[in-house]
């Protein structure tokens, strides 16, 4: 069990039973039927966008322009809407990545359905009280997307993806309170035979290619699950918005932004491995450098991002500070270095905000531009020394691009 805390180790054991035909939930065959009925290229498609009463469109908070760009059913934050920002992301600005439309569920007729062979006795229910009864505990943690970054595999290295355009704004910091996965769970009676927990969201089914994949879900082990995880009520002090998850989400640090299931419903506790379209067909590697059945992950990688858009417009000859945030699933940021000259020349940026957390860095840097075109990278290295490539790994559906991100502005 011990060696369920690294997921590398995880994904390629379950790699193996998946293969072996070990699966429940989501088998081998399952997957081939699928890909056999809709044909290649359907993973990472836009949503077919299924809506379900209740549902209020596919997202409800508003989407100014001047914190959002809308990809289809998600909203992508705007970087150059975190300046002057402090260390959480405002809901009003927090990105949102829906695979189908945001329900409306009232607290009140909530309930969070716990059963499975993983149980030592039969299944057991929450209502939102319930949960609001245990113990609470408030965790500052990112949800970031797996696709975070996927167009620039496109315009900085050339290489088709499919799935959301994400620059690097699919991600967001917030103060999450809730009660403990490992709480619920022992509330439920956790049996010792526990392999798999699936959390299931209540929002419409998934329907990409023609093909309903039913509901979003993503299973964990027991082993993650006991350790970090947060059922969460409560975001930046505020009950849960609907559109990250009312009444209430899962919250896995360090993890995927998938793994981070919202309006959580349902949480099966297995006694053997399971699988979803969201860890078998989605959320691999594919590509000519992977396995065929693609290569597993569960976890984020470094990344780096100024508080500007793209292509932004700075004042020519006059001193600019420029800030931004690094992050690392490996751990706090040790330092970040940044090029305004394409590359040529670095510097160590100042860390801004010492002691606020290990969700992300706040930097900053000074600069005096001459009038034209700049382009500014900057690249982080965390405290066991994992960093930002020149070039990430492509893989066909664009996830975990690491790269240093070249940033055009303009000094005028
Ligand atoms: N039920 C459900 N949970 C979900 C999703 C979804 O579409 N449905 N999207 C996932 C993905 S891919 C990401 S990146 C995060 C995004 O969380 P946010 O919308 O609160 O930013 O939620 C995850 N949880
Ligand atoms: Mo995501």
């Not at 299973?219 to 699950?225: E, G, I, M, Q």
């Not at 330092?335 to 860390?351: C, K, Q």
Request: hydrophobic share 40%.
């Amino acid at each position: 069990m011990d060696d369920m805390l690294d997921e590398g180790a995880y994904d390629r054991r379950r790699l193996r039973q998946w293969l072996a035909g070990e699966a429940g939930g989501f088998s081998r065959r399952d997957l081939l039927k699928l890909t056999a009925a809709v044909g290649a290229g359907l993973a990472g498609t836009a949503a077919a966008g299924t809506s379900a009463k209740g549902a209020a469109g596919p997202i409800v908070k508003p989407l100014p322009p001047e914190s959002f760009t809308v990809l289809g059913t998600n909203a992508e934050m705007r970087w150059s809407a975190m300046a002057g920002q402090g260390y959480l992301v405002p809901i009003d600005r927090f990105f949102v990545r829906n695979h189908t439309s945001t329900p409306i569920i009232e607290p009140a007729d909530w309930r969070l359905q716990v059963f499975g062979a993983g149980l030592r006795h039969g299944p057991a229910e929450f209502s939102y009280d319930d949960l609001r009864r245990l113990p609470s505990e408030t965790i500052t943690s990112a949800v970031e997307c797996a696709g975070n970054g996927r167009s620039y595999f496109t315009s900085q290295q050339g290489q088709p993806v499919s799935g959301t355009a994400w620059k690097l704004g699919g991600i967001g910091v917030a103060r999450w309170r809730g009660v403990r996965l490992s709480t619920v769970l022992r509330h439920a009676g956790l049996g010792r035979n526990a392999v798999d927990v699936l959390p299931t969201g209540l929002d419409p089914n998934y329907v990409t290619g023609g093909v309903d994949l039913g509901p979003v879900r993503r299973p964990l082990p027991v082993r993650k699950a006991l350790h970090d995880v947060l059922v969460a009520y409560e975001m930046n002090g505020e009950p849960l918005p609907a559109d990250h998850g009312r009444p209430a989400r899962l919250i896995v640090p360090h993890w995927i932004g998938i793994a981070s299931i919202k309006w959580l419903g349902g949480i099966e506790v297995s006694d053997a491995p399971l699988f979803s379209p969201w860890n078998t067909q989605f959320y691999r590697l594919f590509g000519p450098d992977f396995p065929a059945e693609g290569r597993p992950f569960d976890r984020q990688v470094v990344k780096s991002a100024f508080e500007l858009d793209q292509g932004a417009q700075v004042p020519a000859g006059r001193p600019t500070r420029l800030r931004g945030r690094s992050w690392s699933a490996g751990g706090a940021i040790h330092h970040v270095d940044v090029s305004t000259d394409g590359g040529r020349r670095w510097r160590r940026a100042r860390p801004v905000g010492a002691g606020e957390g290990a969700a992300w860095q706040r930097w900053e840097i000074d600069w005096l531009p001459a009038a034209g075109e700049h382009e500014l990278l900057a690249r982080a290295t965390d405290v066991r020394g994992g960093t930002q490539p020149d070039v990430a790994v492509h893989n066909e559906l664009g996830y975990l691009f690491d790269a240093v991100v070249r940033h055009r502005v303009v000094a005028a």
